[in-house]
Every structure is written in C-alpha cells, then in structure tokens.
C-alpha cells in the first residue's frame, strides 16, 4: 500500500525558516519522481518543486531559491526546506509520488506564516 505521511507543519512568524517531511512507505526508488506540492484556500494546487531518484531536482520559478527539495540517504523521506517565508506561504503542504502515471498524495500539512 502506497503510503505518503507529511509532517513538520505549524505556525511561523514571517521571515523564518521551517523544514517539512514527507515519510515514504518504500523509497523514492518505487516513483518515477516525487514532489512537493501547496493549495492555499480558494486557489488551485500547485506544484513547489520535484525530485527524481537520480537526485535532480527542479523548482518552481515563484519559490526557486526560497524552498530546497532534498532526500535522506536512505531513500524513504524527502524534505522541503523553506527559507525567508511570507504570509503568502500560508497554505497546505503536500507530498506526492507519481509512479506509472499515477498520482499519490499525503495527507498534507498546514503551514501558517503570521505575525
């Protein structure tokens, strides 16, 4: 069973830094590629950055050398480091795998950046 669980999650102040997770069932090696992504109330979800098992990564131009994409060295969670946050952050944070055109998602978390 396909099991992606997010966590790190939580309120900050803006201009910190938080550093969410997302523990595979497997590893990064049974996906084709897995991703971070964030759906903000009343607006789509949108894709953050990707991360393939090779270890390339690729980012979206809004977040590009604000957010890191980097996996543990035993292959079973990956991260998203998020630097400099602002209020705009504010949203859910979700963790997918895709694997054979499908796509698997977390739970999500909340990150809420306030003062």
């Known amino acids: 069973q396909v099991q992606l669980v997010e966590s790190g999650g939580g309120l900050v102040q803006p201009g910190d830094t938080l550093t969410l997770s997302c523990a595979i069932s497997?590893?990064?090696?049974?996906?084709?590629?897995m991703g971070w992504y964030r759906q903000a109330p009343e607006k789509q979800r949108e894709l953050l950055g990707m991360i393939f098992p090779t270890g390339p990564t690729h980012y979206a131009d809004g977040v590009k050398g604000r957010f890191t994409i980097f996996r543990d060295d035993d292959m079973k969670t990956i991260y998203l480091a998020m630097n400099s946050l602002k209020p705009e952050d504010t949203a859910v944070y979700y963790c997918?795998?895709?694997?054979?055109?499908?796509?698997?998602w977390g739970q999500g978390t909340q990150v809420t950046v306030s003062s």
């Open positions: 497997g590893s990064i090696f049974g996906y084709d590629a």
């Open positions: 997918n795998g895709r694997r054979d055109g499908s796509d698997y």
